[in-house]
């Protein structure tokens, strides 16, 4: 078996050691004599699972009472109509900063309901390089959009907008528990697991309890924030795979990489020996303003596109995959989320120095 190093950006990177629990404990679930794919969901094994995820969410982001954290399926783009269907009353409007393809989307979501929308900032003149940094939010707004890390252009807010009191709802889901932020202007916070959290086919929803009186009573069942506040996340079948792998993730974040304020400094150590190359090289360019630079998508070009071929080509042969940009954007994009090691990064670092020396 030959693992490689994996920079792809969703389904992405995982931590070994929860892969090899996951094998390990596959055909027999904590002595249940089944696997985790054949067991109820309304049994004392996956309620200690889903209890056991939610917990960990709460520390790791030290959530207080005033939050709900629920597990749903649909993928973030479900959240994009969710959110305005949910907590966007028809007569009020929603302020949206658009800083790349998924905030884009988000919006469009919110006007094929016939929603009101005031995009309040956008990067769209410079390609979605940089994070907007000045903006008027409309004090009676809804809410407040933003699209925390932006995995295709490779930026990131460093710090998050006053917003005076107008809740905030973030797409975080190329960054959520990578790093540590203050919850509490936040009224909702999703993010799909496949980037920092698990596989896919689950999303984790944080939100503020005072956001579900909005719910809009004539919503169908399936698509309001309450039913699954209700039930705990289990109104339906949920994906029990998926939740159990996220909390094999969560516990392995806490237990084994030390916590938010532990990743996060190694995140930053990464993505530090990646930008530094890109400064001091004249044959790979950042994409990124410097001030908006992501800590989990570092985004560049080389001088042509049959080198960028090259480069991801080399590179796998080399034993690191995943490395081509979005095909909106072209170029190369190195993923860099929780799980993925240091020693991935100096690895990379060492073969781009080579590969600029030989064809630079
Ligand atoms: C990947 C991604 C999405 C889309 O997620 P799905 O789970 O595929 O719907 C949305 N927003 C951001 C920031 C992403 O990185």
């Known amino acids: 078996m030959t693992r490689i190093y994996n920079f792809n950006a969703g389904p992405a990177a995982l ?83 658009n800083t790349g393809t998924w905030a884009t989307k988000a919006i469009k979501e919110a006007q094929i309901q016939g929603k009101s929308v005031n995009v309040v900032a956008s990067s769209e003149d410079k390609n979605f390089s940089y994070i907007p940094a000045k903006m008027t939010f409309n004090p009676d707004a809804a809410y407040v959009h933003i699209t925390s890390n932006n995995t295709i252009k490779g930026t990131q807010w460093a710090s998050f907008p006053d917003t005076a009191g107008v809740p905030l709802i973030s797409d975080m889901s190329s960054d959520i528990l990578s790093r540590r932020f203050d919850p509490s202007a936040f009224g909702l916070i999703y993010a799909g697991a496949q980037k920092n959290l698990g596989p896919a086919g689950v999303t984790l929803v944080i939100i503020r309890r005072d956001m579900l009186e909005r719910v809009p009573a004539d919503l169908p069942t399936m698509l309001k924030y309450t039913t699954f506040v209700e039930k705990n996340s289990m109104f339906n079948t949920p994906p029990c ?68 071929a090259q480069f991801v080509e080399e590179a796998l042969q080399n034993g690191m995959g995943g490395l081509k940009g979005h095909r909106s954007v072209g170029g190369c994009r190195a993923s860099i989320y929780n799980a993925t090691p240091l020693e991935a990064v100096e690895t990379l670092v060492d073969f781009m120095k080579e590969f600029a020396r030989k064809n630079g």
Not at 279 to 286: N, R, V
Request: charged share 25%.
């Open 241 to 308: 795979f998926a939740v159990y792998v996220v909390q094999l993730v969560l516990k392995w974040l806490e237990e084994t990489a030390g916590g938010l304020d532990k990743i996060e400094a190694a995140n930053r150590e990464k993505a530090a020996l990646l930008y530094a190359l890109l400064d001091e090289s004249d044959f790979y360019s950042g994409t990124a303003e410097k001030q908006s630079r992501s800590v989990m998508n570092v985004t560049f070009r080389l001088p042509t596109e049959a080198l960028e």
């Open 15 to 97: 931590p070994l050691s929860v892969l090899e629990q996951v094998q390990e404990e596959f055909l027999d679930f904590y002595g249940s004599g089944m696997s985790i794919t054949e067991i109820s969901h309304r049994s004392k094994w996956f309620d200690d699972v889903i209890e056991d995820a939610v917990g960990r969410v709460k520390r790791l982001l030290g959530l207080n009472e005033a939050f709900d954290v629920l597990f749903l399926q649909g993928g973030a783009s479900m959240q994009f109509c969710m959110v305005p269907m949910n907590l966007l009353p028809q007569g009020a409007s929603a302020d949206y900063v």
